[in-house]
């Protein structure tokens, strides 16, 4: 018989207890140490992916990089929304970065184009699950963000991405001032089919 190497409880709890935390819900003007958001790192880049291509890729931005990444995302939406244009987003983008410790854009890098492109965004997914349960075990909140100038091919180029690769999105980090309610989750029977024989 083998014993398990860690408090599964421990484990199972943090899995649990994991929530996205938004930007309103940050302690203002608390920044995270810049080691901490390497470990974070560390543990993204540790995820799974098919011929090891580990194609997670990310831009992190803090400081004044923050007012840099709120410039350039405000300016390329307000060039490319056309008649979808709405001035609140367009605020939100150039006010939100700042809110936060860290901003953490999120990319998939194609280097096997062999493999099938949604195979490099499963890895990707993954190592932002490694950073988000990360975050959660060191007390900070964060969310991932799809939204603005995520899918917009003029964006590419501002955080080093060539034609094939893709922008996923953006991850917010800070410290919680404001936790998160506690998440529920419908039953994983009505999810799970077993196939015993």
Request: hydrophobic share 40%.
């Amino acid at each position: 018989m083998t014993s398990s190497l860690f408090d599964t409880e421990q484990i199972n709890n943090l899995i649990r207890t994991r929530r996205s935390t938004f930007i309103p819900q940050f302690v203002p003007g608390r920044v995270i140490p810049d080691s901490t958001v390497w470990q974070l790192l560390e543990n993204a880049n540790w995820a799974p992916s098919h011929k090891q291509t580990e194609p997670w890729r990310f831009v992190v931005f803090t400081g004044a990089g923050l007012h840099r990444l709120a410039e350039f995302q405000a300016d390329l939406y307000e060039k490319t929304a056309g008649p979808a244009y709405k001035a609140a987003k367009h605020a939100n983008l150039r006010n939100n970065p700042p809110q936060c410790s860290h901003v953490i854009a999120i990319a998939m890098k194609r280097t096997e184009p062999r493999l099938p492109e949604i195979e490099e965004i499963e890895a990707v997914a993954c190592a932002v699950q490694n950073l988000h349960l990360s975050a959660h075990a060191y007390g900070l909140g964060g969310y991932w963000s799809s939204g603005g100038i995520t899918y917009t091919e003029e964006a590419k180029a501002f955080f080093g991405l060539g034609p094939e690769d893709r922008l996923l999105g953006f991850f917010q980090l800070g410290y919680i001032e404001v936790p998160s309610a506690p998440g529920q989750r419908g039953s994983i029977h009505d999810k799970t089919r077993w196939v015993n024989e």
